[in-house]
């Protein structure tokens, strides 16, 4: 009897396909939602460079900065984040001038915000302009954790975006 069933059973077309959907689906899941959070990640590393570089041309507008300008490109580049959360968006603002040559770029004043400092940004910067002439290096970081598959493995995955603009007259932009 019990091997009239099982004989049965394996000449039955009708199992295969819920079998088959049973092994294949999850694989399927799984590489759908994989590629949904890649997708997510691209878009907000592209969403980065654009608030790096909106803060970076905001402040390089006008002859001058001065704090509450720091602060309204601050909210610009949130905003150019959105719809994305913005309590992992840090940001490290640096005024160079270049005193003494081209190799010589020195950190004139600096902003920082829900970051550490980049230590590379007078490295960076060297070579940029000539003496006198001035850069605004904007540094945008991003911890990004995946929508799907960040509560699982607590994976995240940090985002950096370095921008470099000079003044509409290529002077060195104090703050004030």
């Known amino acids: 009897m019990v091997l009239g069933m099982l004989r049965h059973w394996w000449k039955d077309d009708e199992a295969v396909v819920a079998i088959e959907m ?15 959070d890649i997708g997510n ?42 719809p994305f959360d913005t309590t992992t968006f840090g940001i490290d603002i640096v005024g160079i001038q270049f005193q003494g040559g081209p190799t010589k770029p020195t950190i004139e004043w600096r902003y920082t915000n829900n970051m550490t400092s980049n230590p590379d940004v007078p490295n ?9 002439d001035g850069v605004v290096v904007v540094t945008a970081v991003y911890t990004y954790v995946p929508f799907f598959f960040g509560g699982l493995t607590s994976a995240s995955y940090n985002l950096q975006e370095v921008a470099f603009a000079r003044g509409r007259n290529g002077l060195f932009i104090p703050l004030v």
């Open 22 to 36: 049973g092994i294949l689906m999850p694989v399927m899941l799984t590489m759908l939602l994989g590629i949904m």
């Open 124 to 132: 960076d910067a060297q070579n940029l302009g000539n003496d006198q």
């Open 41 to 82: 990640e691209v878009y907000l590393s592209q969403k980065l460079i654009n608030a790096d570089q909106m803060v970076a041309d905001l402040l390089t507008r006008n002859d001058t900065d001065s704090n509450a300008d720091l602060q309204d490109a601050l909210i610009a580049g949130q905003l150019t984040l959105s």
